[in-house]
Structure formats: structure tokens, C-alpha cells
């Protein structure tokens, strides 16, 4: 794990990985980084020997107050990996698995408590902050999932999570867009998602967990991710409360047969609280929460519609932190007649 307090972005320039930035601790300026590194791929590729200069450089633009930097736009990012090599997401929340099998009408799969679930998603297509939400039908049921992932170096096969912490690069904010209507044929069938996992939208900006300083902590980032649909508070529950496991645990057990390359990405899943007071991360979690509470079908939260906008960000100690920046997506329900 790099100790240099880096924040990185990917701006647009017409080409499909973009151009690697870096970003002031304020999110207000950014600069392109210096050097061989071209994409953040490119970073991740040559991790140890490429990060020093990056944060020279990084240096310097402190100590000039960014001022010949750029003022930072987020309509102008794209996904900090807009493809990755690998996207490996787990289930870590244990209140998100109650809620999400009780939908599902199944118990808590067995030995949920000594492995990680984990699914590979589709990691071709990665979307920005403020592209929207595509989907073709809204009777597909279209939720979002608020999740805090990390970015890996090089993991060997064999990776202890003692020594996974190491192989950490970089630490996301994003939004695992599900499309809840196709879950249950496909799961039905056996062979896992596809089709009812489009394509994964992420905030703005990547930061090292050294720059997430004391809110990194014991493999997680002690920080609320607060949710908001169309301008509505939805949720803000704690990233680091009552997890089953933390990231380098995760990635042990990814790395247990096979290596991971550099580049890839692992989530630790919707972030849920067992806290009602906390709101959630995403609809179906909520509205199974209202049916607990007897409510009606008629008074469950909506699945997403044609033109609605969801927010997603992250709140450290200092409520005015930028931290990772904002998702704010509308939906395009193209096949909408």
C-alpha cells in the first residue's frame, strides 16, 4: 500500500482510457500527471516505480496552492479505470444479505460468516459520475447500490491478507446498478448474473488510502455514504459497521487459486446498516424494510423511473471533505414507449 496521499481522476480526450489527472485535496483543481503514465492503467502497471514521481509532482502543486492547475470538472470525467481487467464484488454487510435473501425468499447461503460470496461482473464498460443510468425497460426494476471498492496492484496467487493490504492502490466510490426484475431467472438457472447487471458507474475520483488518512481503517474506510434520489435524502449508512469481512480478506480469498492482475477492482458490496435510522444503499433493501414494517404494496419505495437522478457520496469526519467527489446520474429508459 503506497504511503502517498494521491487523488487521481480520468479525464475524457477522446480515447477509450482517457488521460490521468491529478486532483488538489480541495477537488477544486486538477492537473495531468506528469511523466510515462499516460492512463491510470498505465499507473497501475508500474505501481511502485511510477508512484514517487507522481507524488513530487503532487508536492509541488501543493506548495504552488494549484495554481497552475485547471479548475476540476466532473462532467469531463470518466470511471477512473473506464475498463478494468477485473471487477470482483462481494456481499460483506451482513444486514444487506438478511434483507436481500429474504427478498429473494432463500436463507443466508451456508458458511456465509467464514468465506466471502463474491461474483464477477462485467468490468469492458465502466461509466462516469455523471453519465446516465441506461436501461430498456423500467419494468425491469431498476435499483441502485451504493458500494466503497478498492483498485489492486499485482496480487499473486497466495496472497495472505496480512500481505493483501499491500497490494491495495487505490479506494472508489461507485454505484452497481441492478436491474432486480431479471435477478431471479437468472439466478434460477444457476450460472449467476449477466443481464441484470449493466454497466457500473463510479465517482470521479480514486484516492490512495493514504489520502483517506485516519478514515482508513483496519481494511475499510470508516466513512457514510449518503444517497439521495431526485434531491430526496434515501440513506447515509456507515461504510465500517457491522461488516463480515475487510478488503484485504477479500482479496485473499479472490487470490486463493489464481492471481489478480493489476487493475483490478473488488467491492465489498451494498453498504447497509442494521440501523433503520440509517436509510439504505438501495431500494430493494428498503423496500423489504417497509414490508416488515406492514406496509402496503402501494407505499413500497419505487424502483428507478425514466428522468429520475440519483446521488452518491461519500462523508468523512469534515463534512465538507470532497473526498471522491459525486455520482449524480439521471435515467434513460430507452425503450420507454
Same mark, same amino acid.
Given at each position: 500500500m503506497t504511503?502517498?496521499?494521491?487523488?487521481?481522476?480520468t479525464r475524457?480526450?477522446?480515447a477509450?482510457?482517457?488521460?490521468?489527472m491529478?486532483?488538489?485535496?480541495?477537488a477544486?483543481?486538477?492537473?495531468?500527471?506528469?511523466?510515462p503514465?499516460r492512463?491510470?492503467?498505465?499507473?497501475?502497471?508500474?505501481w511502485?516505480?511510477?508512484?514517487?514521481? *507522481?507524488d513530487?509532482?503532487?508536492?509541488?502543486?501543493?506548495? #504552488?496552492?494549484?495554481?497552475?492547475?485547471?479548475?476540476?470538472?466532473?462532467s469531463?470525467c470518466?470511471?477512473?479505470?473506464?475498463r478494468?481487467?477485473?471487477w470482483?464484488? =462481494? #456481499?460483506?454487510?451482513?444486514?444487506? =444479505?438478511r434483507l !436481500?435473501?429474504?427478498?429473494r425468499q432463500?436463507?443466508i447461503?451456508p458458511?456465509?460468516?467464514e468465506?466471502? *460470496?463474491?461474483?464477477?461482473g462485467?468490468?469492458?464498460?465502466?461509466?462516469?459520475p455523471?453519465?446516465?443510468?441506461?436501461?430498456?425497460?423500467e419494468?425491469?426494476? !431498476?435499483?441502485?447500490? =451504493?458500494?466503497?471498492?478498492?483498485?489492486?496492484?499485482?496480487v499473486?496467487?497466495?496472497?495472505?491478507a496480512?500481505?493483501?493490504?499491500?497490494?491495495?492502490?487505490?479506494?472508489?466510490?461507485?454505484n452497481?446498478? #441492478?436491474?432486480?426484475?431479471? !435477478?431471479?431467472?437468472?439466478?434460477?438457472?444457476?450460472?449467476?448474473?449477466?443481464?441484470?447487471?449493466?454497466?457500473?458507474?463510479?465517482?470521479?475520483?480514486?484516492?490512495?488510502?493514504?489520502a *483517506?488518512?485516519?478514515?482508513?481503517?483496519?481494511?475499510?474506510?470508516?466513512?457514510?455514504?449518503?444517497?439521495?434520489?431526485?434531491?430526496?435524502?434515501?440513506?447515509?449508512?456507515?461504510?465500517?459497521?457491522?461488516?463480515?469481512?475487510n478488503?484485504?480478506?477479500?482479496i485473499?480469498?479472490?487470490?486463493?487459486?489464481r492471481?489478480?492482475g493489476?487493475g #483490478?477492482?473488488?467491492g465489498?458490496?451494498? !453498504?447497509?446498516?442494521a440501523?433503520?435510522r440509517?436509510?439504505?444503499?438501495?431500494?430493494?433493501?428498503?423496500?423489504?424494510?417497509?414490508?416488515?414494517?406492514?406496509?402496503?404494496?402501494?407505499?413500497?419505495?419505487?424502483y428507478?423511473?425514466?428522468?429520475d437522478?440519483?446521488?452518491?457520496e461519500?462523508?468523512?469526519?469534515?463534512?465538507?471533505?470532497?473526498?471522491?467527489?459525486?455520482?449524480?446520474?439521471?435515467?434513460?429508459?430507452?425503450?420507454?414507449?
Amino acid at each position: 500500500m503506497t504511503d502517498f496521499p494521491l487523488r487521481l481522476a480520468t479525464r475524457k480526450n477522446g480515447a477509450r482510457d482517457g488521460e490521468l489527472m491529478l486532483v488538489s485535496p480541495d477537488a477544486r483543481r486538477w492537473a495531468p500527471a506528469a511523466g510515462p503514465a499516460r492512463t491510470l492503467q498505465a499507473l497501475l502497471d508500474d505501481w511502485a516505480a511510477l508512484t514517487p514521481a *507522481l507524488d513530487e509532482q503532487r508536492r509541488g502543486l501543493d506548495a #504552488s496552492g494549484w495554481a497552475s492547475a485547471a479548475p476540476f470538472e466532473a462532467s469531463a470525467c470518466m470511471a477512473p479505470l473506464p475498463r478494468a481487467f477485473q471487477w470482483a464484488d =462481494a #456481499s460483506v454487510y451482513r444486514n444487506h =444479505a438478511r434483507l !436481500i435473501y429474504q427478498w429473494r425468499q432463500e436463507p443466508i447461503p451456508p458458511r456465509y460468516e467464514e468465506e466471502p *460470496l463474491v461474483y464477477q461482473g462485467g468490468s469492458d464498460v465502466m461509466i462516469g459520475p455523471e453519465d446516465p443510468i441506461v436501461a430498456v425497460d423500467e419494468a425491469h426494476q !431498476i435499483d441502485l447500490e =451504493a458500494e466503497i471498492a478498492v483498485v489492486t496492484t499485482d496480487v499473486p496467487m497466495g496472497t495472505s491478507a496480512a500481505q493483501a493490504g499491500d497490494c491495495i492502490a487505490l479506494v472508489v466510490l461507485l454505484n452497481d446498478v #441492478s436491474l432486480r426484475g431479471l !435477478i431471479p431467472s437468472e439466478l434460477a438457472k444457476g450460472f449467476g448474473f449477466y443481464q441484470s447487471k449493466p454497466a457500473t458507474s463510479f465517482a470521479p475520483i480514486a484516492l490512495t488510502p493514504a489520502a *483517506l488518512g485516519a478514515a482508513w481503517k483496519d481494511g475499510m474506510p470508516d466513512l457514510r455514504v449518503r444517497i439521495r434520489i431526485n434531491g430526496g435524502w434515501f440513506g447515509e449508512p456507515s461504510a465500517n459497521e457491522d461488516t463480515v469481512f475487510n478488503f484485504p480478506q477479500i482479496i485473499e480469498h479472490l487470490a486463493r487459486t489464481r492471481g489478480l492482475g493489476a487493475g #483490478s477492482i473488488v467491492g465489498a458490496g451494498t !453498504i447497509s446498516n442494521a440501523d433503520p435510522r440509517s436509510g439504505s444503499a438501495c431500494i430493494t433493501e428498503a423496500r423489504v424494510r417497509a414490508q416488515l414494517g406492514g406496509a402496503p404494496e402501494a407505499d413500497l419505495p419505487r424502483y428507478l423511473r425514466h428522468g429520475d437522478r440519483v446521488g452518491i457520496e461519500a462523508v468523512g469526519a469534515d463534512p465538507s471533505d470532497a473526498l471522491f467527489g459525486a455520482i449524480d446520474q439521471r435515467v434513460e429508459v430507452r425503450g420507454r414507449r
